[in-house]
């Protein structure tokens, strides 16, 4: 199903119920004067509309942190925010005054990490993205890189879970562990715990099931293949059977 984001995105409305500069931002797009959120008619804004407009905004940010924007990474952008072909042009020129804007990528960011304080896992989502976008043209070249480090501080993603999420992404020492999380030390009951574990916790079915818009839907899809992928090369480093039986 389409986002009903992008029927709206024309409108003063999502403007008016953002607020702050995600809601500037929209705002413009629209062509309306904002008010503040706490002012706004139209309630608190959905997690959807909150996760779709900052992942643009952001992404767009990140764009041109190394000077350039790239065929790949544009495209990249466009596999994971679901745009329907009628919107392809909107999206545009939100990216567009994303990267022309006054406000700063921590203006966003910070916004963000406010309206998910609660949901953590929203904020790897939204970073998991960037990196996706970042890796598009097959390198994060190192504005991205400190970008990237610099959105997760605000987000409260600390260096260790920042480590983690990279190595989904980009060729790390010790790739496989790192992406679960793990440690050469721990066991193959262990592994395989924890590894079953994040594939619950990780599953798309479970974005679809809280409610999530269809771009946190991709992410996990790729964060699951990002995960699949570090058990599949631990097995074959340790020589496990398919069928490891159960841990204790």
């Known amino acids: 199903m389409v986002s009903t984001f992008w029927g709206a995105l024309g409108g003063g409305g999502l403007g008016l119920a953002l607020g702050g500069p ?3 931002l929209v705002g413009a797009l629209a062509g309306h004067m904002l008010i503040d959120r706490e002012g706004a008619p139209f309630g608190p804004a959905s997690r959807e509309l909150i996760f779709t407009t900052g992942l643009v905004a952001l992404s767009a940010k990140m764009a041109r942190s190394d000077g350039v924007v790239t065929r790949d990474e544009v495209a990249a952008f466009e596999r994971i925010v679901i745009v329907p072909p009628d919107q392809h042009k909107r999206i545009e020129m939100l990216f567009d005054l994303a990267k ?3 406000a700063g990528f921590e203006a966003y960011a ?3 990490a406010e309206s998910f304080r609660d949901e953590p896992a929203l904020l790897e989502d939204v970073l998991d993205g960037l990196f996706l976008i970042a890796a598009a043209d097959g390198a994060i070249h ?3 890189h ?3 480090h610099d959105v997760a501080g605000i987000f409260g993603i600390g260096e260790a879970d920042f480590a983690r999420i990279e190595a989904r992404h980009a060729r790390r020492p010790d790739d496989p562990y790192l992406v679960l999380g793990a440690s050469r030390e721990m066991s193959d009951a262990e592994l395989k715990r924890l590894y079953r574990q994040l594939v619950a916790e990780n599953h798309p079915d479970r974005e679809i099931a809280r409610g999530l ?7 996990a899809t790729k964060r699951l293949s990002a995960i699949n992928a ?6 074959k480093e340790r020589g496990l ?3 490891l039986p159960e841990p204790a």
């Open 230 to 235: 570090a058990w599949d090369a631990i097995e």
């Open 241 to 243: 059977a398919i069928g």
């Open 142 to 144: 190192e504005a991205e």
């Open 146 to 148: 400190a970008y990237l």
């Open 100 to 102: 022309q804007t006054s």
């Open 110 to 112: 910070s916004q963000i």
């Open 213 to 219: 818009p269809e771009e946190a839907v991709t992410i």
């Open 22 to 24: 995600l809601g500037a």
